[in-house]
């Protein structure tokens, strides 16, 4: 059963750069679209990103500017950075994959990142 | 910027009763190339990440129960729980998919509560 687990700090102070790291595990993470959803706190989703394991990315044209996706299959991960955050980054931040179905149908469980100096 | 509105924004139904969701799109889902409406549905409970209940409009993913179901196309949406169960409580989310630009948009969330 694959499973997802995201890994980074909960805490960036506004003006840095806020980066994460999904781990898959029970699968290979060569194939599918990886992806990066948020949500603030007792609001809904916003798509982030996505990568596919060549390495091409796709990018919320909101947050374009400021994402940078990659990702590493000898390690079965793949990571975000978001330059520049601010307070209205704080979110729980999921990973998740699209297996070429036009949605998302595992995820992980979700890290809160806080954004506060 | 393509926009998805559900309606409503939150619905209280009685055990054993029919819940319907809808979900509208500002500018149309099918996908010529495959012929399908890329339009998903999501159930989230609180402190659970969302879970994909139904995919490409009406096929409904693996392990769900059948009286889950959704219907539609073009930019019209519904998603009907056929007998609410108390389990059933939760926010749920419509996803489209689009191609140009490239993007994946959610909608508000509907929350559904038992009457």
């Known amino acids: 059963q694959v499973q997802l687990q995201e890994s980074g700090p909960g805490l960036v102070k506004p003006s840095e750069t806020l980066s994460l790291t999904c781990t898959v595990s029970?699968?290979?993470?060569?194939?599918?679209?990886w992806n990066w959803i948020r949500q603030p706190a007792g609001k809904g989703l916003e798509w982030i990103g996505r990568?596919?394991?060549?390495?091409?990315?796709n990018y919320n044209p909101s947050l374009k500017s400021r994402v940078t996706m990659s990702v590493d299959t000898s390690r079965n991960q793949f990571s975000l950075k978001l330059s520049s955050v601010t307070a209205a980054d704080t979110a729980l931040y999921y990973c998740?994959?699209?297996?070429?179905?036009?949605?998302?149908?595992?995820w992980g469980q979700g890290t809160m990142v806080t954004v506060s100096s | 910027d393509i926009v998805m509105t559900q309606s409503p924004d939150s619905l209280a139904v009685s055990l054993g009763e029919r819940a319907t969701i809808n979900c509208k799109s500002s500018?149309?889902?099918?996908?010529?190339?495959?012929?399908?409406?890329?339009l998903a549905w999501y159930q989230q409970k609180p402190g659970q990440p969302p879970k994909l209940l139904i995919y490409?409009?009406?096929t409904r993913e693996s392990g769900v129960p059948d009286r889950f179901s959704g219907s539609g196309s073009g930019t019209d949406f519904t998603l009907t729980i056929s007998s609410l169960q108390a389990e059933d409580v939760a926010v749920y989310y419509c996803?489209?998919?689009?191609?140009?630009?490239?993007?994946?948009?959610f909608g508000q969330g509907t929350k559904l509560e038992i009457k």
């Open positions: 998740a994959r699209d297996r070429f179905i036009s949605a998302f149908d595992m």
């Open positions: 029970g699968g290979s993470i060569s194939t599918y679209y």
């Open positions: 990568i596919y394991t060549s390495g091409s990315t």
């Open positions: 500018q149309s889902v099918l996908y010529s190339s495959n012929n399908k409406n890329n």
């Open positions: 490409w409009a009406s």
């Open positions: 996803q489209q998919y689009y191609t140009t630009p490239f993007m994946y948009t």
